[in-house]
């Protein structure tokens, strides 16, 4: 079992910047890679970031890329997303996941075992 817990939302201005935090605890290493999702109301949850746990590659959605930083900090079994320049079009409750089998990619909620409880982010213009 893996247990996730995020930290950092919160509201923003349009272009201000939000690093979010999530923690993992339990058997993390029988995953493969950990990711940020985002959900709106109304809306279906959207993968944002993801990173390897080994080796440490990352993959971005083509919606954040330039503005987002997904990153590792093995010593204290943490993910942090920075987000910068942030858009009202970011906000939503944000969720960290982590997985091990890949369901056509990485940004696909459905390669992901197991899910925080979100952290809200809400950007106003």
């Known amino acids: 079992q893996v247990q996730l817990v995020e930290s950092g939302g919160g509201s923003v201005q349009a272009g201000e910047s939000l690093i979010l935090s999530c923690v993992a605890s339990?058997?993390?290493?029988?995953?493969?890679?950990m990711g940020w999702f985002r959900q709106a109301p109304g809306k279906e949850r959207e993968g944002v970031a993801a990173?390897?746990?080994?080796?440490?590659?990352?993959f971005y959605s083509e919606s954040v890329r330039g503005r987002f930083t997904i990153s590792l900090d093995d010593a204290k079994n943490t993910v942090v997303l920075n987000m910068s320049s942030v858009k009202p079009e970011d906000t939503g409750l944000y969720y960290c996941?982590?997985?091990?089998?890949?369901?056509?990619?990485?940004?696909?909620?459905?390669?992901?075992?197991?899910w925080g409880q979100g952290t809200q982010v809400t950007v106003s213009s």
């Open positions: 339990g058997n993390i290493a029988s995953n493969h890679y």
């Open positions: 996941g982590a997985g091990r089998t890949i369901v056509v990619t990485r940004l696909s909620s459905r390669s992901y075992k197991y």
């Open positions: 990173v390897n746990l080994i080796g440490g590659g990352t």
